[in-house]
């Protein structure tokens, strides 16, 4: 059964700082990870969709990486600003073809001015 | 930018009442979807929605929740009597590509709570 996990729970940086946020997975055999932001108390704005044949993903600041093999993905967040505090939430997508996704609990990211 | 809208944004109910939640998905996405977030828990699937019919389902679903796309444009999620436990956060999510190819795309979802 596919785990999703993402380390830290929480984070906290100056602005300005660059940083990362982990996610790892059980199951290896993923056909591709959505990286997705939550603001409190609201909905999951898509931020990145990686498919399993790439190895990374950028939009502007961000920048995701998939590592199938050793089941990981980072995102990659440069030059944090106060506005980018949320929680990250990575998913991916299984062995199902539903469109079903695993979710993990997400990183709380506070960057302070 | 096309969004995927839900209503209402909160519902509080009664034990042993029945809801209904209501989403447009983005105008020519084709695939649907329901998943709930407890409060401080992951982000879980209920179920998906393709050409009428239910593709899969989440041991979540039971007989008490259905789903229907009653015209072209709403999607709606029914729990035919709620319990405590279904006090959560429901998101719809929306996709213009099958399965697993499609990129997800979530309103800003429907709070629920149950008294």
């Known amino acids: 059964k596919q785990e999703v996990t993402q380390i830290p729970a929480a984070l906290s940086v100056p602005e300005g700082e660059n940083l990362v946020l982990n996610c790892s997975f059980t199951?290896?055999?993923?056909?591709?990870l959505q990286w997705f932001r939550q603001d409190p108390g609201k909905g999951l704005t898509s931020l990145l969709l990686?498919?399993?044949?790439?190895r990374e993903q950028t939009s502007g600041r961000l920048n995701a990486s998939l590592d199938k093999s050793s089941g990981r993905s980072t995102l990659y967040i440069a030059a944090s600003q106060p506005g980018d505090s949320a929680t990250y939430l990575c998913?991916?997508?299984?062995?199902?073809?539903?469109?079903?996704?695993?979710f993990g609990q997400g990183t709380t990211l506070q960057v302070k001015p | 930018e096309p969004e995927v809208t839900q209503t209402p944004s909160h519902q509080v109910t009664q034990m042993g009442q029945e809801v209904i939640l209501r989403c447009v998905p983005i105008?020519?996405?084709?695939?649907f979807y329901w998943y709930r977030q407890i409060l401080g828990q992951k982000v879980e699937f209920l179920v998906s929605?393709?050409?009428?019919?239910?593709?899969?389902k989440s041991e979540i679903f039971d007989d008490q929740f259905s789903v229907e796309r009653p015209d072209g444009s709403n999607f709606t999620l029914k729990i035919r009597s709620t319990k405590l436990e279904d006090s959560a956060m429901y998101f719809c999510?929306?996709?213009?590509?099958?399965?697993?190819?499609?990129?997800?795309?979530f309103g800003e979802g429907s709070r629920l709570t149950v008294l």
């Open positions: 999510a929306s996709s213009p590509k099958a399965g697993r190819a499609g990129e997800l795309f």
């Open positions: 199951d290896s055999a993923i056909y591709n």
């Open positions: 990686i498919q399993s044949s790439q």
């Open positions: 998913a991916v997508h299984g062995s199902s073809n539903t469109g079903k996704l695993i």
């Open positions: 105008s020519n996405h084709l695939y």
């Open positions: 929605f393709y050409n009428n019919e239910i593709s899969e």
